[in-house]
């Protein structure tokens, strides 16, 4: 499902224009990214966690050339899935 499908089934099952479900889409994602690059972590109790990791620097390896690479730290997104949506999946 890309976006425009996603907002195509919240504006049928909201029972609410395509528009407005679009803007609440947009205003979701830039909340969560704004949350998360602010270092706060996003929960929704049954859905899941939406939160920043930090990753640490470390040196890997060129599979093609065999020479070490050095890595440097940086943050990255995580969601982990709640128990009501693994549940759901099954």
């Avoid at 907002?7 to 998360?36: G, M, P, Q, R, Y």
């Avoid at 065999?66 to 099954?90: I, T």
Wanted: without cysteine; proline residues 2%.
């Amino acid at each position: 499902m890309n976006k425009t499908e996603l907002v195509a089934a919240i504006a049928a099952k909201a029972d609410i224009s395509k528009k407005d479900a679009e803007k609440a889409v947009k205003a979701f994602t830039e909340t969560v990214t704004d949350a998360l690059v602010n270092g706060d972590k996003v929960q929704l109790v049954g859905f899941g966690t939406f939160e920043a990791v930090k990753r640490s620097a470390r040196v890997t390896r060129n599979p093609r050339t065999g020479e070490q690479v050095k890595v440097a730290a940086s943050k990255a997104p995580k969601f982990k899935a709640g128990n009501a949506l693994k549940d759901a999946v099954k």
